[in-house]
């Protein structure tokens, strides 16, 4: 009878860890950083990254200037980053399950128009920012991911 019950046991026990390792595996985890975005207006150029070379610009019109945690002394020009807004002071703010994947052609503090919330992670265009948060908001939070 005891031995029974310790097999019974053992199995159960398989059985969980077997669930648990399944779960582990299929559950979407964070993948990337996490930081703030602000956004700001044209104009655009010129760009630390590509001067007034508007062809370097997304024509989907997604991109964005780095802020001094990513700008890597100029090296992150043109890196490519997926985003999403993750929380906000105002509930409601991001669009649910929406990423966006961005460029970056500037460096948020020399950008030519100024954000509207200064040392923030990235600058999204105008465009961008609408996509993943409400744009009367002045900064959000973003999970951000090269």
């Known amino acids: 009878m005891l031995v029974i019950r310790i097999f019974k046991s053992r199995?159960?026990?398989l059985f969980l860890l077997s669930i648990?390792?399944?779960?582990?595996?299929?559950i979407d985890s964070c993948q990337g950083d996490v930081g703030t975005a602000a956004q700001?207006?044209?104009?655009?150029?010129?760009?630390?990254?590509?001067?007034?070379?508007?062809?370097?610009?997304?024509s989907?019109?997604?991109?964005?200037?780095?802020?001094?945690?990513?700008?890597?002394?100029?090296?992150?020009?043109?890196?490519q980053y997926l985003v999403r807004c993750i929380s906000a002071t105002q509930p409601g703010t991001c669009v649910p399950d929406q990423i966006i994947q961005i460029?970056?052609?500037?460096?948020?503090?020399t950008a030519p128009s100024a954000p509207s919330a200064d040392g923030t992670t990235i600058?999204?265009?105008?465009?961008a920012f609408g996509v993943i948060a409400d744009s009367s908001a002045a900064a959000i939070n973003i999970e951000f991911q090269q």
């Open 103 to 109: 460029k970056i052609v500037d460096y948020a503090p």
């Open 11 to 13: 199995r159960s026990c």
């Open 40 to 58: 700001y207006i044209p104009p655009y150029l010129p760009t630390i990254c590509y001067g007034y070379d508007a062809s370097e610009f997304p």
């Open 20 to 26: 648990l390792f399944v779960l582990v595996i299929f």
């Open 60 to 79: 989907s019109n997604l991109f964005a200037a780095a802020g001094d945690g990513i700008w890597d002394n100029g090296a992150s020009c043109g890196r």
């Open 123 to 127: 600058v999204l265009s105008e465009t």
